[in-house]
């Protein structure tokens, strides 16, 4: 399995942030893919996840209500949304497959395979 986060770049505070996770090598559509972030000089944070079989999303706490997961009919990419966005939101954004779904997902710890991240700067 191979997964990409893309679209970072430079971003206006208050404005919105969109990525997108390519990926490849599923060998069947019950996968989950898990988002994460990490802002300079800090852990790891857990974004939330996307169940590609049932659609379904799960957000940390932290995010929810300014995070939202989608993809379109080919269920590739899967797509965040991030509005409104502040300094805060700078970091490095990572989506990987992880073992479950729900708020195990959140953790580190069942991330079956890592992707390549983004990074987004959010300028004020």
């Known amino acids: 399995v191979q997964l990409v986060a893309s679209g970072g770049g430079v971003v206006q505070a208050g404005g919105s942030l969109r990525l997108s996770c390519t990926f490849s090598?599923?060998?069947?559509?019950?996968?989950?893919i898990a988002w994460f972030r990490q802002a300079p000089g800090k852990e790891r944070e857990a974004l939330g996840c996307?169940?590609?079989?049932?659609?379904?999303?799960f957000y940390a706490n932290s995010v929810k209500g300014r995070v939202t997961f989608s993809t379109v009919n080919a269920k590739n990419p899967v797509i965040l949304q991030m509005s409104p966005i502040s300094s805060g939101d700078t970091g490095v954004y990572y989506c990987?497959?992880?073992?479950?779904?729900?708020?195990?997902?959140?953790?580190?710890?069942?991330?079956?395979?890592w992707g390549k991240g983004s990074l987004v700067t959010v300028t004020s």
């Open positions: 090598g599923f060998q069947t559509d019950d996968y989950v």
């Open positions: 996307f169940a590609a079989k049932s659609g379904g999303t």
């Open positions: 990987a497959s992880s073992f479950y779904f729900g708020r195990r997902c959140l953790e580190q710890r069942y991330v079956a395979k």
